[in-house]
């Protein structure tokens, strides 16, 4: 059979042409979806930018459509979700990008931590610390451990806490003995004293040897040793915590006066208050100072609030000076004490310098913002 060339001849337009046509079509194709995500990419960004949020969530749903592979709009979606409040959405996104099997390493852990910031948002403490356990060893390990460090203070697991304020001090992020002296003393304080004494005050001698400076182990540990009857350690203890952090007189004075009133060591325990307050003029302290000259038979003690005027200007302490004091129209004297005791009472509190809120009592971490060590011993008119 003789082979015609002819029809290769003809063939060869007609499968170029094709060829042609076909690329042609893959280029209008390439660049349709080039133009199609882009634009619905900025235009996220730029309801994003003019805090149009839900515009933006729509907008970024639409180029996940386009090119679903994209891990970066992913994550930009996933944390809108989470910061808009729609933590079940933020989650079923994050966990889209770990199921892929295409995921870079670095996207993974990435989706990681951001999975686990969703749980720790909608408060799922449970979940969030198993996603933060998954980052151990990871470039978001830091973050994984103060995030678990938040979450074993608001459970109250205090041994954990103590195992991960470590690793971030080995690591380098700064000096946590502050914090290992509160969860010590905080792990005594759930011990029954009447039952664990000796274990109580190990605990307490163990915080005050990793954080020397702190004022509370050794003022739990005077009450500890005052309330298993012996005072005579519980005074020293308080003695030795004067020496070691004269800040913290404030707080220690009104205990201080009280036991040297049950050791009759009424003069050794002025002594210490009037040095005390020669150096910081504190009510704490010159109320502590009055309650001993009144032990000892003092009958006029508000000269002692007089004198604290002339160093110092103080509603609280013209408060008890008028308290004790016998004036010319006496039958007012009930109105106005009620008057001036109402508004000293507000600056007899205690403020946070984190973030300002106020009590009545001296916190060592604060209700508000769960900062520890933000409230300074003296109360708000002494600040």
């Known amino acids: 059979m003789e082979f015609d060339l002819s029809w290769i001849l003809l063939g060869l337009p007609l499968a170029f042409g094709l060829g042609w046509l076909a690329s042609r079509m893959d280029l209008r194709q390439l660049r349709l979806e080039n133009r199609q995500t882009p634009k619905a990419y900025f235009k996220g960004l730029n309801h994003l930018l003019n805090e149009q949020q839900d515009q933006a969530i729509d907008a970024f749903i639409e180029a996940v459509q386009h090119d679903p592979d994209t891990s970066e709009l992913h994550f930009a979606l996933g944390n809108l979700f989470r910061r808009r409040g729609e933590y079940e959405r933020a989650v079923r996104v994050h966990q889209h990008l770990l199921s892929r099997g295409d995921l870079s390493q670095a996207d993974r852990d990435r989706a990681q931590h951001a999975l686990a910031l969703d749980y720790l948002k ?42 991960i304020a470590q690793k971030l001090s080995d690591a380098g992020q700064g000096s946590f003995q502050g914090r290992q002296a509160h969860y010590l003393c905080e792990q005594a304080q759930a011990l029954d004293l009447a039952h664990n004494a000796s274990a109580v005050v190990a605990l307490l001698k163990q915080a005050i040897e990793a954080a020397p400076q702190a004022a509370r182990p050794r003022i739990a540990l005077a009450h500890a040793y005052e309330q298993t009857q012996r005072a005579p350690e519980a005074y020293s203890t308080l003695e030795a915590l004067a020496q070691q952090v004269p800040s913290a007189w404030p707080l220690l004075a009104p205990k201080l006066a009280s036991l040297a009133q049950a050791l009759h060591c009424i003069d050794h325990a002025l002594g210490l208050l009037q040095a005390a307050y020669t150096k910081t003029a504190s009510l704490d302290v010159l109320n502590a100072i009055v309650t001993l000259h009144a032990a000892q038979g003092e009958s006029d003690t508000s000269h002692w609030y007089a004198q604290h005027l002339e160093r110092e200007p103080s509603l609280v302490a013209a408060t008890q000076w008028i308290a004790n004091e016998k004036f010319e129209h006496e ?33 060592w971490q604060c209700p508000g913002c769960q900062a520890w060590d933000s409230y300074p011993a003296r109360r708000v008119e002494e600040l």
């Open 122 to 163: 909608a408060g799922l403490l449970d979940r969030a610390e198993d996603a933060l356990n998954k980052l151990e060893g990871t470039a978001h390990q830091t973050q994984a451990h103060l995030a678990l460090l938040s979450i074993y203070e608001r459970s109250r697991d205090w041994a954990k806490a103590s195992v």
């Open 331 to 363: 039958q007012f004297h009930p109105q106005v004490q009620r008057a001036l005791e109402r508004a000293a009472k507000p600056l007899q509190r205690y403020r946070c310098a984190a973030c300002g809120f106020e009590a009545t009592q001296h916190f």
